[in-house]
């Protein structure tokens, strides 16, 4: 990345301010950056020289110094810029911060000498020194030429300051160069190569994101269906308990109802048999004698007298009917609430001085025991009031003749 100088740039240029200006006693400031990111700051300022300078070099760090030193051959201020990259550096970290020693020149301009510089005999005052003499170009003092002209006479013949070129300085220079800018181009390849992978990862990352929103979807897709059909088959089966429980009252209204009704007709069945039976012995109370005793004793007299009466086609000559019909008709029993009066009496037989004796019993006499003794009609099953009761016999018993043509 990109060095950052906007972040501190406030206090970088009242640095660098102060050790250009030649009014002000600071003579160095240095610079590094804040953590391990690349926003530079101000590491501090002095005015103690080279010497103090050199003590707050930290070799664990990357920093950059701007110093004011004094040309030995002129006398006049020249500036020297420090790339310190110390030994505790990991090679990465060196490696993004070559890319911005140029950033760092072009910010901290009118350097004389720049010192590239990873231990502390790279830094030492007096190689600082000899190195700023070095590149001055001429080996003049103007202030110690001065005094020699006003000392001495003629100037004396001025030696040539060529020096021979140091292969081993220069091989060292150039392999620096070169080491300098294999570890550029490492660190663009680098750059590139964590961008690269970076953008697979971004990549990769997107493509799980959308496949595990896909499954979400899917999923909750699914569990949505599963309880829109759990909600369906409840409601259904709610439904259903509902119409099989009003179906279910329906059938018992419907049974009740039955019941109900069975219980009336029953009960009107037995009020019925009650009222006939009650009608019944009323009848067979109010008469005084049974015709069928009758008809049966005058049979038997008729027996014992041995008559015998010849019979003609169509009517029945018999003594005792024509006794019975000379005497008076046979009575037929009528409802009281018709007749009020009682029927007349039936002359009874002189063979038999004792009234017949019925060999039917008489019911009446029992049902009204049976209906009269709570005072209440009793409401009994009907099987019972059918077993109990009987039709009276009809008392119309009694054939009677045809008439004679």
């Keep these: 990345m990109a060095l950052n100088l906007s972040r501190n740039g406030p206090a970088l240029q009242e640095a660098y301010g102060q050790v250009v200006a030649s009014a002000s006693p600071t003579d160095w400031a240095l610079f590094t950056y804040e953590g391990n990111s690349n926003d530079l700051r101000v590491a501090g300022t002095g005015d103690g020289g080279l010497e103090e300078m050199v003590e707050e070099l930290n070799s664990g760090k990357v920093m950059y110094a701007f110093c004011r030193v ?23 970290r060196k490696g993004a911060c070559a890319n911005h020693v140029s950033s760092v020149a072009n910010f901290l301009k009118g350097a004389h000498v720049t010192i590239n510089a990873r231990a502390d ?3 030492e005052p007096d190689a600082i020194t000899e ?15 001065g005094s020699k002209f006003q000392e001495a006479g003629p100037q004396t013949p001025v030696g040539s300051v060529y020096q021979k070129t140091n292969a081993m300085s220069e091989i060292k220079r150039v392999s620096k160069d070169s080491f300098w800018a294999k570890a550029e181009k490492d660190e663009e390849n680098r750059r590139l190569e964590e961008k690269r992978k970076a953008e697979e990862e971004r990549q990769r990352l997107e493509k799980e994101r959308r496949e595990r929103e896909l499954q979400e979807a899917t999923l909750r897709e699914r569990r949505y269906k599963e309880r829109a059909s759990e909600i369906d088959a409840q409601k259904k089966f709610q439904q259903q308990q509902e119409t099989e429980s009003v179906n279910k009252e329906k059938q018992q209204w419907k049974e009740q109802e039955e019941d109900l009704s069975k219980m009336q007709k029953a009960f009107r069945r037995r009020s019925e048999s009650v009222e006939k039976a009650q009608e019944a012995a009323s009848i067979i109370g109010q008469r005084s004698v049974n015709p069928r005793d009758i008809f049966k004793q005058k049979e038997r007299s008729m027996s014992t007298d041995g008559a015998v009466v010849s019979s003609q086609p169509g009517k029945l000559r018999s003594p005792f009917l024509q006794q019975n019909s000379q005497a008076e008709a046979p009575v037929s029993p009528v409802h009281p609430a018709v007749q009020d009066v009682h029927p007349p009496p039936v002359v009874r037989s002189s063979v038999h001085d004792t009234p017949p004796v019925s060999p039917v019993p008489e019911l009446g006499d029992s049902v009204r025991q049976n209906n009269y003794r709570s005072g209440a009609p009793t409401y009994e099953p009907e099987e019972k009031h059918e077993a109990v009761y009987e039709e009276p016999p009809s008392e119309r018993v009694i054939y009677d003749e045809p008439p004679e043509l």
Excluded at 76 to 88: A, D, M, Q, S, T
Excluded at 131 to 145: I, L, P, Q, T, W
């Design 70 to 92: 004094k040309d030995p051959n002129s006398g006049l201020p020249k500036y020297v810029l420090i790339n310190w990259f110390g030994e505790g550096v990991n090679d990465v």
């Design 121 to 123: 005999e790279d830094v």
């Design 131 to 145: 190195k700023v003499a070095k590149a001055s170009g001429a080996n003049y003092n103007f202030h110690k030429e």
